[in-house]
């Protein structure tokens, strides 16, 4: 039986190869959502995965990842033969983990193809339905569907949509030349033109939506009118000379609307013949604050423990790894590293019940980050083992603010119902050194001590 923070795990090792997906530029677009397909079966353990369109009552298989000799990309089916027609009904997740235990007992998909479980969601390019991303197997699922994986199966829709949505924007940009006139109005997209003394020549509706001005108010104008400083606007003109140079260019820019809020978006620039010996920029543009805000949230949950909110143990030991090198650069740079366990924790659980040992954590976490600085990094290693580095800390220092730490602790109490929860730290520290060869040397050392800590009675720090 996997235990929630083992699932939160799993969820943040899939949206971390997601990234990882996403960040290889040079990937086949079938082949990036083929790769995203297969790690959401891994994930919820399921043979079938697709990513299909629908158009009216047509359903095509877009992509898909399956066992040989069963589907194919591009297969045809009725939309009404799917657990897919009933995802797109309800308009969110639907997931069945076994349906011959549900109210879709006799669903069509299970009559016509034998599919137990499924779980699937509705794919959006532009707002409008797309079509599906579905995982589905002949067998029941042994685990049933829980928030968490509905949460990363919105996620997967999203992800999906997005690239569907960057993917046909890319390939609107590479016809843009020869299409421009037909499809500059009504384009998904903001599209601008502006000439080689940054004019806005030519707006359309959407890139007016974007940035909030009318057309009247932006044709005419210098494109300074959008930008944030005036910095800004002269690293953007840099960029404009340089496509002019180039069959296109990908940027990544804050803008300022006429509301004075700021947005994200991303431009794909090409230039254009405006008139004869005169080049300018057609650039077409995607508002992602929302994607960013996403992408920040996804980072967030791939790197941070979602109990206490510290850093997990693979971000944490990287950023150790980086502050040894640092130490190795120079023999002068002094830093600490604290390694704090809870003493006798597995009694407050056995005692408690786990719901009482989460708000002893989370109570301890509190203590930690009121007594670090901005600049100290700490994570949670273990249940209830944490470490903290102490950059620019020499071991003296280190032993006054873990004291303080230990002391805080033994004093604070934690009331849990009519119960009152006392409970202690032992820590143990040591520094880094440049004779370290990665941070399992460092952590070794510090473990060490803390089980010094342990031994010698417990609730005291000790240091190697």
Known sequence: ????????????????????????????????????????????????????????????????????????????????????????????????????????????????????????????????????????????????????????????????????????????????????????????????????????????????????????????????LIHITQESYETVKEKFSVAHNNLSLKLEYTLKRKDQKYIDCEFFGAPIELEKQSVGIVWSILDITSEKKLQHQLEEQASTDYLTGLFNRRYFTGRLEEEIFRVQRNKNNATALMMLDLDKFKNINDTFGHLAGDEVLKRFTSILKRNLRKTDISGRIGGEEFAVILPDTTIDRAVVLANRIREEVSNHTVKYGREKIIFTVSIGLTVLSYEDSNFDTALARVDNALYSAKMNGRNRVEQK
């Not at 042994?142 to 996620?155: G, P, S």
């Open 1 to 224: 039986m996997f235990h929630k923070y083992e699932i939160v795990e799993r969820q943040n090792n899939a949206l971390q190869k997601l990234n990882e997906i996403a960040a290889i530029s040079n990937l086949d677009p079938k082949e990036t959502l083929l790769q995203a397909l297969i790690v959401g079966k891994e994930y919820f353990g399921l043979e079938f995965a697709i990513v299909s369109h629908i158009v009216g009552e047509n359903y095509t298989v877009e992509v898909q990842s399956s066992p040989t000799d069963t589907l194919y990309d591009g297969q045809l089916f009725a939309l009404g033969s799917t657990y897919c027609k009933t995802t797109l009904e309800i308009d969110d997740v639907l997931a069945i983990t076994d349906v011959t235990k549900s109210q879709y007992v006799g669903h069509p998909c299970h009559k016509e193809f034998a599919l137990v479980s499924y779980i699937g969601a509705p794919v959006r390019v532009n707002s409008e339905i797309y079509g599906t991303i579905n995982f589905s197997s002949p067998n029941g699922r042994y685990l049933e569907y829980d928030e968490i994986d509905y949460e990363f199966m919105r996620l997967l829709a999203r992800w999906a949509g997005s690239f569907l949505e960057r993917k046909f924007a890319l390939d609107e940009l590479y016809f843009a030349k020869k299409r421009f006139e037909m499809i500059f109005e009504n384009n998904a997209s903001g599209i601008f033109v502006v000439n080689n003394s940054g004019q806005i020549m030519m707006a359309n509706r959407r890139f007016c939506d974007i940035i909030g001005y009318s057309k009247d108010e932006l044709l005419g104008q210098n494109t300074q």
